[in-house]
């Protein structure tokens, strides 16, 4: 099972830009999906999440009013859309899926490859 992203490539800054990941095979019962990204030679940041229970989303404050992700909890879906991007927007998102949390807090989690997102000015 992985996460297979799609969408990312080259937009002219102001533009916009539409992410989308979904599982590919069958993967454990998930509590929350979303977006990171890493620009080089910085983190990897959170974007956006969605935790299916309640709805609840996340954002960073870098983003927030730009970028709105949503999601299928049913077919372990997830898109984030990218309106008036920005050079610094540049970096590789990576699709995240999180499972439910167990007593402890632990929980499984799952990475995409990435895809790049190149913002010009």
């Known amino acids: 099972a992985q996460l297979v992203e799609s969408g990312g490539g080259l937009v002219q800054a102001g533009g916009s830009l539409r992410l989308s990941c979904a599982a590919s095979g069958r993967i454990f019962s998930t509590y929350a999906m979303g977006w990171y990204r890493q620009a080089p030679g910085k983190q990897r940041e959170l974007v956006a999440r969605f935790a299916w229970s309640g709805g609840r989303t996340n954002y960073a404050d870098s983003v927030k009013g730009r970028f709105t992700i949503s999601g299928d909890n049913a077919r372990d879906t997830v898109t984030l859309q990218m309106n008036s991007v920005k050079p610094e927007d540049t970096a590789v998102y990576y699709c995240?899926?999180?499972?439910?949390?167990?007593?402890?807090?632990?929980?499984?989690?799952?990475w995409g490859q990435g895809t790049l997102v190149t913002v010009s000015s």
């Open positions: 995240h899926a999180e499972g439910i949390p167990d007593e402890e807090g632990r929980y499984l989690e799952l």
